[in-house]
């Protein structure tokens, strides 16, 4: 009876949480699935378009193909900063803090117009290259899909870094000393034992920057300049210029049904705990 009292009391303090989420989160959700099924008359023909439009069909590829380049760029930047951040020096810890904590004080807009200024076609990266005789005409950095990357993983890379390393910091410095005790060199160790005991960091990381990519619209808007269409855009197009919320829901819902595989699958092949360290 002592267990179940404590058990009833348990509940009730965890309880406000799961359903407040419920209400935040699931309520909204059902009924943007609810226009997708009704909206403009009552089918699964929103469905049937989001995959066999070429134009809708266009969009979430390129979503998917910017989401993943984002996220290979991201994690690898990211495991080198946060392999400097637990192993290097003093001050490159500093330094390393520095340039990940920073980043999160900045706007979301005012990074994507900072880097317009640096890519566009007269801003600062062009007339470098031109004033050093690097290149003669300025290249296009922005209103395409390289733009749209490079604002992408930089705002990513901080949340990339956490996981890591935090999975880096729990590493059991025994088994280093053991690999080099055994004859293996710096670049050995490294490849046949620091990295494959950090791979649950690096498949965290990835998870988090690939999920957060995909709902991405500030910053492909402004760096794409309307060349580089993601979903997040595409769908705000649907919704607001052409009216037509059936088809904005229905991909709405691919895209959670997309992230939803993607955990699933994730927390199949690793333990939910070592994929944040």
Same mark, same amino acid.
């Given at each position: 009876?002592? !267990?179940?009292?404590?058990?009833?009391?348990? %509940?009730?303090?965890?309880?406000?949480?799961?359903?407040?989420?419920? %209400?935040?989160?699931?309520?909204?959700?059902?009924?943007?699935?609810? !226009? /997708?099924?009704?909206?403009?008359?009552? $089918?699964? /023909?929103?469905?049937?378009?989001?995959?066999?439009?070429?134009?809708?069909?266009?969009?979430?590829?390129?979503? &998917?193909?910017?989401?993943?380049?984002?996220?290979?760029?991201?994690?690898?930047?990211?495991?080198?900063? *946060?392999?400097?951040?637990?192993?290097?020096?003093?001050?490159?810890?500093?330094? #390393?803090?520095?340039?990940?904590? #920073?980043?999160?004080?900045? /706007?979301?807009?005012?990074?994507?117009?900072? !880097? &317009?200024?640096?890519?566009?076609?007269? $801003?600062?990266?062009?007339?470098?290259?031109?004033? %050093?005789?690097?290149?003669?005409?300025?290249?296009?950095?922005?209103?395409?899909?390289?733009?749209?990357?490079?604002?992408?993983?930089?705002?990513?890379?901080?949340?990339?870094?956490?996981?890591?390393?935090?999975?880096?910091?729990?590493?059991?410095?025994?088994?280093?000393?053991?690999?080099?005790?055994? $004859?293996?060199?710096?670049?050995?160790?490294? !490849? /046949?034992?620091?990295?494959?005991?950090?791979?649950?960091?690096?498949?965290?990381?990835?998870?988090?920057?690939?999920?957060?990519?995909?709902?991405?619209?500030?910053?492909?808007?402004?760096? $794409?300049?309307?060349?580089?269409?993601?979903?997040?855009?595409?769908?705000?197009?649907? &919704?607001?210029?052409? *009216?037509?919320?059936?088809?904005?829901?229905?991909?709405?819902?691919?895209? #959670?049904?997309?992230?939803?595989?993607?955990?699933? &699958?994730?927390?199949?092949?690793?333990?939910?705990?070592? %994929?944040?360290?």
């Amino acid at each position: 009876m002592i !267990w179940t009292r404590r058990g009833v009391g348990y %509940l009730a303090l965890i309880a406000p949480l799961p359903v407040f989420l419920a %209400l935040a989160y699931g309520v909204p959700f059902f009924g943007v699935a609810g !226009w /997708s099924l009704t909206l403009p008359e009552p $089918g699964l /023909s929103n469905y049937e378009r989001v995959f066999t439009d070429p134009i809708v069909l266009g969009v979430l590829l390129r979503t &998917l193909r910017i989401c993943a380049v984002v996220t290979i760029v991201t994690t690898a930047a990211a495991y080198a900063l *946060a392999y400097i951040w637990v192993q290097g020096s003093p001050r490159q810890r500093i330094f #390393v803090e520095f340039c990940i904590l #920073v980043p999160f004080w900045i /706007s979301t807009l005012t990074r994507a117009f900072g !880097w &317009l200024v640096l890519l566009y076609n007269r $801003g600062l990266v062009n007339t470098w290259l031109q004033d %050093l005789g690097v290149t003669t005409e300025p290249l296009t950095l922005v209103r395409n899909e390289f733009g749209v990357i490079v604002g992408m993983t930089h705002f990513l890379i901080p949340f990339a870094v956490f996981p890591i390393a935090s999975a880096m910091r729990h590493l059991d410095e025994r088994v280093l000393l053991a690999s080099r005790g055994l $004859g293996a060199g710096r670049l050995r160790t490294f !490849w /046949s034992v620091f990295l494959p005991m950090t791979m649950p960091g690096i498949l965290g990381a990835a998870l988090i920057v690939f999920v957060f990519s995909l709902g991405f619209f500030i910053t492909p808007a402004i760096l $794409g300049g309307g060349r580089s269409v993601m979903a997040a855009e595409f769908v705000y197009v649907q &919704l607001f210029q052409t *009216a037509n919320w059936g088809l904005a829901a229905a991909i709405s819902v691919v895209m #959670v049904a997309i992230v939803a595989v993607l955990v699933t &699958l994730l927390f199949r092949l690793t333990r939910v705990e070592k %994929l944040m360290g």
